[in-house]
């Protein structure tokens, strides 16, 4: 959650605590502050036992387990590749940069944590091109210029089809509604 957002959340729990020295019922602050009962009953729980600074912001919900500092290095390790970490292929998956992760840092982070933390650092994840190295570009080329163009198109019906499976003058439809 952004720093901007957190401070609006806090200014709403700021008023639901004017609105409670005031006397107002917990169903009426919910209303009048467009939120849940529910929230409402749990700031006012807080606001009972610590007034005003019960409600305040505690900061943000959780640190990222990288600094800045230790992505960039991430970043460097990344960028040399899966092979120069004793992989077999370039491909980088989460379960590899997880193992990385734990290797290079000593810390242990889950794969959706690491997945968050690549996106919003820009990275998206992409599915390499799997092509046969005994692929010849040559032969598929000529294939595709020479005999795609003589394979016959699909018949197609001229007029528009049906998704039925009966057809609507079948004769089980004619008897059915004769």
Known sequence: MT????????????????????????????????????SVQRWHQAWEHGGR?????????????????LFEVLERELAKGPVAHGWPDQTWTLTRIKTLIGHRFHKSMTL?????????????????ARRAVERDEDAVTG????????????????GPGSASRTRPASRWAQSRFS
């Open 112 to 128: 959706s944590a690491i997945a968050q933390m690549l996106h919003r650092h820009g990275f998206s994840h992409q599915v390499p």
């Open 53 to 69: 600074p019960a409600l305040e912001s505690k900061g943000s919900a959780s640190r990222p387990k990288l600094s800045e500092a």
């Open 3 to 38: 720093a901007e957002r957190r401070a609006f959340r806090e200014h709403i729990r700021m008023q639901a605590a004017e609105l409670f020295a005031l006397g107002h019922d917990r169903a009426a602050v919910a209303q009048q502050l467009r939120v849940s009962v529910r």
């Open 143 to 158: 294939w595709v210029k020479e005999t795609w163009p003589q394979v016959g198109t699909p018949w197609r019906r001229l």
